[in-house]
């Protein structure tokens, strides 16, 4: 649609480059944040977080000697370069003057995947406690494979984290190709694969009559707007058959795909 064209290196002819508008946007940013974000405040994955490990000193009393706060400063920092040092992101909170619960309300707010959490009593054992931003489990580990187990924790945390919105998406995916149940469905906060025409008349008429009738009864914030479509999924449910109609029953025209319809939030 810009005309960009250019030469292809072997026949010399120009050509139209491919191009789409799916660039990271603030929209992606914010998508990320309502599909995974809790009552605690942001959940990141680690891939997308900027910091991946926090590192929270504890156990820090008015009794402890200089020789124990010293010692555990040193563990900290040894763990910390030992996480750098693998590729991962880690920040050590060494700040005196908050707690150590302070500091894990901090951080769950801002989503950071894995709080390690490291005391006196800690290094005599020899490990390391980890708390999961993304369930709360607390698991302790062996200090000597603690950078290995975080390593892979994370990968964890990951795939869980996608594994969940994946389900959530296909839990509130719904085939169909009856009209009645169109709106039915938008109502329950779902999205629709339904045969579809590719018509922008047909889509306008899908949209104008799909709005919500009932925006009283509704609770606060749904969405009432008409349905429009999102996309043509390349994977598609099944093939058109002969005798599938357009999802709209004042269209007469042929289907031509499966198309996702949702409501606008």
Not at 69 to 82: G, M, P, Y
Not at 195 to 201: A, L, M, W
Not at 237 to 257: E, G, M
């Amino acid at each position: 649609m810009f005309d960009i064209v250019y030469e292809d290196p072997d026949t010399q002819e120009k050509k139209y480059v491919y191009q789409n508008s799916w660039g990271i946007t603030t929209r992606t940013i914010g998508v990320m944040i309502m599909i995974h974000a809790d009552n605690k405040g942001l959940v990141l994955p680690p891939r997308a977080a900027c910091i991946q490990v926090v590192l929270v000193p504890c156990g820090i009393t008015v009794g402890l000697s200089e020789d124990a706060r010293n010692e555990l400063q040193a563990s900290c920092d040894a763990l910390e370069t030992e996480l750098k040092n693998s590729g991962i992101k880690v920040k050590g909170d060494y700040r005196n003057n908050y707690s150590p619960g302070w500091k894990f309300n901090h951080w769950e707010l801002k989503g950071v995947p894995i709080r390690v959490e490291l005391g006196p009593k800690d290094i005599e054992k020899q490990q390391i406690v980890a708390v999961r931003r993304d369930t709360g489990e607390k698991i302790t580990y062996s200090r000597a494979t603690a950078v290995e187990k975080l390593t892979n924790l994370l990968e964890e945390i990951q795939n869980n984290m996608l594994l969940k919105a994946t389900d959530d998406l296909n839990n509130h995916k719904v085939l169909l190709k009856e009209w009645s149940q169109f709106t039915v469905n938008l109502d329950k906060k779902n999205i629709i694969l339904a045969p579809f025409c590719g018509e922008t008349p047909c889509e306008d008429k899908i949209k104008a009559d799909s709005v919500r009738d009932d925006t009283e009864a509704a609770e606060p914030g749904a969405p009432s707007m008409g349905a429009k479509s999102l996309c043509i999924p390349l994977e598609q449910p099944a093939p058109i058959q002969s005798s599938d109609k357009c999802i709209h029953p004042d269209c007469k025209r042929k289907p031509l795909f499966y198309t996702l319809f949702g409501r606008s939030y």
